[in-house]
């Protein structure tokens, strides 16, 4: 079991980010033992979090004051249209409409 990691904003702000949001388990061909971190340093030697920090939180930027607003959230996850069977149905359907056009 991996731990959580902790960001401490200061002024007694904390922030937790579990390990089922900042490690995945590695598909084929490794089993399900491989974990592997959705974060990465960048070539500046920063963190770059990305969307797996974001996941299950309200996140807002506020540029003009120079702040970060973070709270709970119960979004769903999002997952790529094309993994879908909906969206193989909507090409194809786009796919048909056009031969007809054309034809």
């Given at each position: 079991?991996?731990?959580p990691i902790?960001?401490?904003?200061?002024s007694?702000?904390?922030?937790s980010?579990p390990?089922?949001s900042?490690?995945?388990?590695k598909?084929?061909?490794f089993?399900?033992?491989?974990?592997?971190?959705?974060?990465d340093?960048?070539d500046?030697?920063?963190?770059v979090?990305g969307?797996?920090?974001?996941?299950?939180?309200?996140?807002i930027f506020?540029?003009?004051?120079g702040?970060?607003?973070?709270?709970?959230?119960?979004?769903?996850?999002?997952?790529?249209?094309?993994?879908?069977d909906?969206?193989?149905?909507l090409?194809?359907?786009?796919?048909?409409r056009?031969?007809?056009?054309?034809?």
């Open positions: 079991k991996f731990p902790v960001f401490d904003f200061g007694g702000q904390c922030m980010w390990a089922s900042y490690l995945y388990a598909g084929f061909p089993e399900q033992d491989v974990w592997c971190p959705s974060f340093v960048s500046d030697n920063t963190l979090l969307m797996s920090w974001m996941m299950h939180r309200d996140v506020d540029l003009g004051l702040r970060l607003g973070i709270a709970a959230a119960s979004c769903p996850e999002h997952y790529r249209a094309l993994d879908t909906w969206s193989k149905d090409k194809q359907h786009h796919r048909s056009a031969h007809k056009k054309r034809h």
